[in-house]
């Protein structure tokens, strides 16, 4: 049997076959099904890409139904057990293989090169208000960097690219960090690039005077692991953006400074947020049934529950709630997890859950591990868009380097208005 899609068009009788590849026909071979020759032709419409794939891809694959996230063909699980460093992880992304030892280290220095802001961005970053959003200075700030590098528009050229990934990389921890420093009025703490990925972002943080400040290899893992677990996850919200952004070929600073943007939205990197809000809501475990009563209901969400890709066990939520109890150790218990764990035992038992395979996500468990580490809520989706970056880098790149890919432009369809007459305004 051929691999090919038989479409009858009812309003004409014409049939028409379409190549099938990959489970997947192109939706540019719909165009030759029109009624009168001048038709514009067929397309497809689907609000929100519920069932469209603009890419290929071969950074991140996704099994929902199984529970599968890999990277790189590498289990996450695998990933986040051996890997030794968050910067081995985003080499894979980046160049599709785990680095060797001299690899790894030439990569960890290119990028610890790159940690240093300029003064001047510093400075920027001064100028916020004292209550700004720990996310929108990070957001402005990344487009900033564009205006510091010009030749980052150079985005064909290999080694130009190679560079701003560098950068990029190097500089948001950096970033990241002066924007919570600057919300708790406390001064920037330069890099220190002896530490590790996580531990420089750490020491950054939370460095207090000249006294040295010693970070606990427990949170210096946990923070690792977290990374790794939230650096890439195929064509989601801000991904997509970014791959958008950049397919008009402006420089990686501003398509980041959008994909940032977009991870912000509560639909997206702001669901850990929104579980610390309920549990904090919920307050006491006698509240519990009242509370999984008012889900079954359709009062409320059960948020950290539920995934539009994953229906079984989100494989970040396990990885998660192991890492937790690690983390609890050194910080004491955050006392929101027993009520976390009481949810999560009756909604896996629960038939309204059970039957429509609503799990833990890894937002569930990821915002009580922040909150124990002392890190404040508002600033959960920089801690996000930390090792998000490599991803959006690796999906850049595969982008623009695409023989395939354009410019993004949608098409619509239009059920506007036509050909109106112009009326004077008095007549209107
Ligand atoms: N609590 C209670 N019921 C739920 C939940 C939930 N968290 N999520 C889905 N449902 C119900 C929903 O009401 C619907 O029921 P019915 O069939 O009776 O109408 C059914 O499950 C299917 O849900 P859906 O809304 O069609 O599913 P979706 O794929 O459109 O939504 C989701 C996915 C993640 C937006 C949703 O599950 C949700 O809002 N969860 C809570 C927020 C959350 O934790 N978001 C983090 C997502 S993971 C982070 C990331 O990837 O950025």
Known sequence: MPDTLSVTDNRTGKKYDIAIENDTIRASDLRQIRVKDDDFGMMSYDP????????????TFIDGDKGILEYRGYPIERLAEK?????EVAYLLIHGDLPKENQLEEWRTNVKMHTFVHENIKKLMEGFRYDAHPMGMFISTISALSTFYPEAKEIMDPDARRKQIHRLIGKVPTIAAFAYRHSKGLPYVYPSNDLTYAGNFLNMMFKIGDSKYTIHPTLEHALTVLYILHADHEQNCSTNTMRSIGSSYVDPYSSVAGAAAALWGPLHGGANEAVLRMLDEIGSMDRVPSVIKDVKEGKMKLMGFGHRVYKNYDPRARVIKKLADDV???TGKNKKLDLALELE?????????VKRKLYPN????????????????????????????????????????????KIARPRQVYLGQRGRTWIQIDKR
């Open 328 to 330: 609890f150790e050194v």
């Open 362 to 405: 890894v937002d569930f468990y990821s915002g009580l591990i922040y909150e124990a580490m002392g890190i404040p809520m508002d600033f959960f989706p920089v801690l996000f868009a930390i090792p998000r970056t490599a991803g959006w880098l690796a999906h850049w790149q595969e982008h623009i380097l695409d023989p395939e890919q």
């Open 83 to 87: 890997s030794t460093s968050f910067l």
């Open 48 to 59: 929100a890409f519920m069932n469209t794939a603009p890419v290929k891809s071969r950074i």
């Open 345 to 353: 035992r009756i909604a896996l038992e629960d038939d309204y859950f």
